[in-house]
Nanobody, 123 residues
Framework: QVQLVESGGGMVQPGGSLTLSCLVS????????MTWVRQAPGKGPEWVSG????????SYKLYAKGRFTISRDNTKNTLYLQMHNLKPEDTALYYC????????????????WGNGTLVTVSS
C-alpha cells in the first residue's frame, strides 16, 4: 500500500530554520515527481514546491523561492524540504504528495498525500 509519512515539523521562531522529511513506500519513488503542499489554519491547500523524479529540477512558489529548498534521496525513498528565514505566515500543515505529472510546474491535483507535519512559526 502507498504510504507517505512526513516528519520534522515543530515550533520555530521567526527567522529560524526547519527541515521536513517524507518517507515514501508502496510505489517506485524514483519514477515520480514529488511536491510539498501546505494548508494554513482555516484555509485550503496551497502548493509550495515540486521536484522532478531524478531530483535534477525543481520549482517553487514565489514566497518560498530563496528560502526553501526541495530535494530528494531516491536511494532512501525520502523527500525533503529545507526551510530558512521562516515567517509567521509559513505556519501550516505541510504535506508531501505524489504528482501525476512529469512537469515540475504542475500544480493540480496530486495522486497521494501524507497526513502532514505541523510547522508553527511564533510571532
Amino acid at each position: 500500500q502507498v504510504q507517505l509519512v512526513e516528519s520534522g515539523g515543530g515550533m520555530v521562531q521567526p527567522g529560524g530554520s526547519l527541515t521536513l522529511s517524507c518517507l515514501v513506500s508502496g510505489f517506485t519513488f524514483k519514477n515520480y515527481d514529488m511536491t510539498w503542499v501546505r494548508q494554513a489554519p482555516g484555509k485550503g491547500p496551497e502548493w509550495v514546491s515540486g521536484i522532478s523524479d531524478g531530483g535534477g529540477s525543481s520549482s517553487y512558489k514565489l514566497y518560498a523561492k530563496g528560502r526553501f529548498t526541495i530535494s530528494r534521496d531516491n536511494t532512501k525513498n525520502t523527500l525533503y524540504l529545507q526551510m530558512h528565514n521562516l515567517k509567521p505566515e509559513d505556519t501550516a500543515l505541510y504535506y508531501c504528495a505524489r504528482s501525476p505529472s512529469d512537469s515540475i510546474y504542475y500544480r493540480g491535483a496530486m495522486d497521494y498525500w501524507g497526513n502532514g507535519t505541523l510547522v508553527t512559526v511564533s510571532s
